[in-house]
């Protein structure tokens, strides 16, 4: 069963395999021929522009060896490198292209460098200009040598392998050695030749398994090696073997001697198995027939690469078959009349002569075997490699008689092997360029093998480990200290991947170098040259820093609506009584007194409402940097005052005793008195707020040190937890929802004082104990004695001013009239106009000094109806004052923009009136 099988019967179940092959080989030099083609680019501009010959001419001088002063002699200089057949088409051609503003486009042959004839295919295009002539030529020169050739040995291998699988095809079918094609695992029956369906006693087995067909062979163990040629693509090979068939008519037995040869698809995938043997029972003649046919046919397949010579030493005379005289380019004549070794000899490359020479002197002289590589000339100019194997035959004296050996034509796998070396420095370059970018990002990103071991990390994913590459790669995440959990939970995943070849994404925490930190993370699946899974990529992003962000906006959000619900309840809180006061008023306007209550509780009320919209007014401008400060040199003493003058009443309210405790000297500020008053008011407030009837309120400045001043307002009141002490200060920051709902108020009061401060260059902070009282520190620059006396004015007394002609342009009538009333009670002549038309005209007859012009006006709105009041002679000099319930800073552009001298916000309080009058 396992004795040498006899050579012919290897050929025949390789001759198929072998032909294919070669195709493939030559299709595949073919294509990378033409990738690894280089070009040569140049521009040249008829008109003595810029040209671009360098590159070209050094690439001409490479392959022709004519130097850049040899090209640059003339114009036509070039044409000297070409063959002379050649030259009157490239000369035409050129003058063609020229002449009809067209590409071009043309191959022929120049001399090489190192002799012979190169193939060049030359192209050029004009470019046109705007006046219709040629402004640039633009071309390449590409070396299409190899591909010429590489075309001529494809036709020449299609033509061959043409004959030869018709030759093969006869061979099957009449071939002395039986031979079966079977397809699949079960050993499908495709194809029998003559000698099989004679071995097999003429049974119709196409289409059928080989168990069904040849069922005795079963026990026989035949179709075990069928299964592991299948399974493994190795061949089996039986010399001698003992088969008993089951022939329609008599059992016999045969001895045979076959070998079960795989098939492979271009994927070297197994397909199925060729059978192929000779039934030596009978056919024992046939084994020397056999090995002649396949000696020839190996000697026809062959016979384009391997050639064998016989050198008489003594005569020096050189035979060789036609196999090496093609691969010499020696001629009929001279191998058949046998030629000196000195003229084969001339056919090597001339760098490789003398090295060869040299190896065949010494196997002359003293040694019994020879073996070189080296190059020899085609007949079109071109250098092939061979591989030439000899070995001498001696007298018995020791002197070289004959000398025969073998020339094998490696041309193919010397490209092969170039572009082996090209590739291998092509993906190193590639491998570089790869680990150099993945090592850049702040990314992890790793491959698993199949086992869930990584056999790749990137840097950041080693710093991250606190791992070496050599400690990490090879490694499970288990093995890699990785939580249980969270080892299982990716080998879960990594499986799914393989199972599914669908991605894994996910989100965990991982204790690292840099600490417990989020991390979101993808599996995806590598998939081979075969569709299946080979291994598993995966990146993963820190995302810590971004959940945090999103839970700090979520929590101003929260904020922010709580806010919102505040302020819609605080709004209603005064207008509630107001709306009241309105009855009362109606229905009791003969009690004096109880209107008179009214009239206090809603201009309280009022007064209310005003502050917590003027709150909200100066939050915004803080928070979009439009507040502007009126800074004087003003005392602290002066704005304490001012503080305690608007918290009074609250403190008074709730009973609390307030103690105030102020150096015995005046301390000075450069500060906005009312925007400073504004944010004590407001620490008293919170203060009395939040501390239980009958409590204590002290406010305390201590003595100036490195020119600033601290303000402290300490209380005992309730006092504010610690976890909330870091954020009192924030934009919808509140410290107790409840609480602030039943003390009223929105909750900006304290981020209002920050801005404030802030904007003074002074800080506040705040400490606490939580059911003992709270303490707010404030902190602001004084005032030095220099600064104090540059900044140092003597107020004059304005006296009286005399009454003004006051018009008020307002299309609500009760604000119109009301405000009017208020003008006249302070002494001024007052007219009132409801839109914008007719304010223009009222004020052309009356001429006022001071116009108070409402903004959104029927028929002409308020900005118009300023701008036309503007346009008149009579309108220049009056002074006109925007009066609206838009404050924002834009607003007040455009009051401006329009020609107004001053932007009010509705409702306007006396005194600004009296100011304005003044």
């Known amino acids: 069963m396992n004795q040498p099988i006899n050579s012919e019967t290897r050929f025949d179940s390789n001759a198929t395999s072998q032909i294919h092959d070669a195709l493939w080989r030559s299709e595949q ?91 060049v295919r030359a192209r050029g295009v004009p470019i046109v200009g705007p006046d219709n002539r040629i402004r640039e030529w633009i071309g390449t020169l590409d070396d299409v040598t190899a591909q010429h050739e590489a075309a001529i040995e494809r036709d020449r291998l299609l033509c061959a392998a043409e004959t030869e699988r018709y030759r093969l095809e006869e061979v099957f079918l009449h071939a002395p050695s039986f031979m079966a094609v079977l397809r699949g695992p079960k050993h499908v029956f495709e194809r029998v030749n003559d000698r099989y369906k004679q071995l097999i006693g003429g049974r119709d087995v196409i289409g059928l398994p080989m168990s069904e067909a040849l069922p005795e062979l079963a026990d026989q163990g035949y179709i075990d090696f069928l299964d592991k040629v299948y399974s493994f693509g190795k061949t089996h090979i039986a010399s001698d073997a003992k088969m008993l068939l089951k022939n329609p008519g008599a059992e016999t037995e045969r001895i045979l001697q076959f070998v079960f040869q795989p098939m492979f698809d271009a994927l070297c995938n197994v397909t199925g198995v060729i059978v192929q043997g000779i039934d030596m029972t009978e056919q024992r003649q046939a084994e020397e027939e056999l090995r002649d046919i396949r ?78 590589s080296y190059r020899v000339i085609n007949d079109d100019g071109t250098w092939k490699w061979i591989t030439a194997r000899g070995k001498i035959d001696r007298d018995e004296s020791g002197k070289a008689l004959r000398f025969p050996g073998v020339v094998i034509d490696v041309t193919d796998w010397k490209r092969a092997e170039e572009e082996l070396a090209r590739l291998t420095v092509e993906s190193e370059r590639r491998k570089r360029l790869y680990e150099t970018f993945l090592s850049s990002i702040p990314d992890f990103a790793y491959v698993f093998d199949l086992d869930h071991k990584f056999c790749y990390a990137n840097d950041v994913l080693l710093k991250t480990w606190g791992r070496t590459w050599d400690e990490a790669i090879g490694k499970t995440c288990h093995e890699l200290g990785y939580e249980k959990w969270h080892a299982e939970m990716h080998d879960r995943e990594i499986e799914q991947v393989k199972l ?60 922010k609506d709580d806010f919102l619900a505040i302020l819609a309840h605080e709004l209603r809180n005064p207008l509630a009584p107001i709306r009241n006061g309105l009855q009362v008023m109606r229905t009791a306007q003969a009690d004096k007194n109880a209107i008179a209550n009214v009239r206090d509780m809603m201009e309280r009320q009022l007064a209310h409402l005003v502050r917590l919209i003027d709150d909200l007014l100066d939050i915004s401008r803080i928070t979009t940097n439009k507040m502007q400060l009126r800074c004087t040199q003003v005392s602290i003493a002066d704005i304490i005052e001012t503080a305690v003058e608007t918290a009074g009443p609250a403190i008074q309210e709730a009973d609390h005793h307030l103690e105030i405790a102020l150096p015995p000297y005046p301390i000075m500020l450069y500060a906005d008195i009312t925007r400073l008053g504004q944010v004590f008011s407001n620490l008293l407030n919170n203060s009395a707020k939040y501390t239980p009837r009958g409590g204590t309120i002290l406010l305390s400045v201590e003595t100036p040190q490195d020119n600033h001043v601290v303000i402290t307002v300490r209380d005992n009141g309730i006092g504010i937890p610690e976890s909330e002490l870091p954020t009192l200060f924030d934009m919808f920051s509140q410290v107790d929802r409840s609480l602030e709902r039943s003390c009223g108020g929105l909750g900006i009061g304290l981020s209002l004082v920050k801005g404030l401060v802030e904007m003074h260059h002074g800080t506040v902070a705040a400490t606490s104990v939580e059911g003992r009282g709270s303490t707010l520190t404030v902190r602001l620059p004084t005032v030095t004695s220099e600064l104090s006396d540059s900044l140092k004015k003597i107020d004059e007394d304005a006296g009286d001013k005399p009454s003004r002609r006051v018009m008020v342009v307002d299309d609500n009538r009760d604000g119109a009239n009301s405000m009017a009333i208020v003008l006249r009670l302070l002494g001024n002549d007052v007219t009132i106009a409801h839109d914008g038309i007719e304010a223009i005209e009222i004020a052309e007859s009356f001429l006022p000094e001071i116009i108070l012009m409402d903004i959104g006006l029927p028929r002409l709105n308020g900005l118009e109806a300023t701008r036309r009041i503007r346009e008149q002679p009579w309108g220049k000099s009056i002074k006109i004052f925007a009066l609206t319930g838009w404050g924002q800073e834009h607003d007040r552009q455009r009051s401006h923009d329009a020609g107004c001298n001053g932007h009010l916000v509705k409702p306007v309080d006396p005194s600004e009136l009296r100011k304005l009058l003044a």
């Not at 057949?85 to 022929?108: F, G, H, K």
């Not at 001279?334 to 060869?356: N, T, Y």
């Open 29 to 119: 030099r073919y294509r990378a021929l033409l990738e690894a083609t280089s070009q040569a680019v140049w521009s040249w501009s008829p008109h003595g522009g810029a040209t671009e010959f360098d590159r070209s001419q050094k690439w001409w001088e490479e392959l022709t060896g004519q130097t850049m002063q040899q090209q640059t002699r003339c114009a036509d200089a070039w044409l000297d490198a070409l063959h002379p057949d050649d030259r009157p088409l490239a000369q035409q051609s050129w003058i063609e292209a020229s002449t009809n503003r067209e590409a071009y486009e043309i191959v022929y042959r120049v001399v090489g460098r190192l002799g012979g004839w190169k193939y």
């Open 295 to 372: 000696s020839r046919m190996e000697a026809a397949l062959e016979a384009g690469a391997i050639g064998t010579w016989n050198w008489d030493v003594v005569a020096d005379r050189f035979y060789c078959d036609n196999s090496l005289a093609r691969i010499f380019s020696l001629s009929s004549e001279r191998i058949v009349a046998g030629d000196s070794v000195s003229h084969v000899v001339q056919k090597i490359h001339p760098d490789d002569r003398a090295h060869v020479q040299q190896k065949i002197d010494s196997a002359v002289l003293s040694s019994n075997r020879y073996e070189a």
């Open 500 to 559: 599914t070849r669908q991605p894994q994404r996910g989100e965990v925490p991982f204790n690292g170098t840099f600490g417990r930190r989020d991390y979101e993370y993808i599996f995806v699946p590598v998939i081979g040259n075969d569709g299946e899974v080979e291994a598993i990529a995966g990146t993963t992003r820190d995302v810590t820093d971004r959940k945090l962000a999103e839970e700090a906006l979520r929590e101003v959000a929260r904020r």
